[in-house]
């Protein structure tokens, strides 16, 4: 049984950072991508960031509205990605979920077959 665990999230005030993580069990790790979207109130889930399955490879997309303030990471050998999310503001507010698929990252959700529970970040201005 596959499953994605998040940690991290929480309140934190425009400029600030948070850390979101995303243990994975279940399946082969490393042959997987990995994919962080978000889904804020009355919005349709949308993509943030992913990673490919190889480290060493370790090919990043971003959206724009994020790229430059968050970092997609991944440790192998904990079977964990991560999301680091600098310079906050107000419209990152969103419930964030992390996402497996097989093979190469994308950043169309409906490609991706599981999917973690949510966490919520709240961003105060």
């Known amino acids: 049984q596959v499953q994605l665990v998040q940690s991290g999230g929480g309140l934190v005030q425009a400029g600030g950072s948070l850390k979101l993580s995303c243990a994975v069990s279940?399946?082969?790790?490393?042959?997987?991508?990995m994919g962080w979207f978000r889904q804020a109130p009355g919005k349709e889930r949308e993509f943030v960031a992913s990673?490919?399955?190889?480290?060493?490879?370790?090919?990043?997309y971003y959206a724009h509205s994020v790229k430059g303030r968050f970092t997609i990471s991944r440790d192998n050998a904990k079977d964990t990605v991560y999301l680091q999310m600098n310079s906050l503001k107000p419209e990152d507010t969103a419930v964030y979920y992390c996402?497996?698929?097989?093979?190469?990252?994308?950043?169309?959700?409906?490609?991706?077959?599981?999917w973690g529970q949510g966490t919520q970040v709240t961003v105060s201005s």
């Open positions: 996402a497996t698929v097989r093979g190469d990252s994308t950043s169309e959700p409906g490609f991706y077959d599981y």
């Open positions: 279940g399946h082969s790790f490393s042959n997987h991508a």
């Open positions: 990673i490919s399955f190889s480290v060493g490879d370790g090919s990043t």
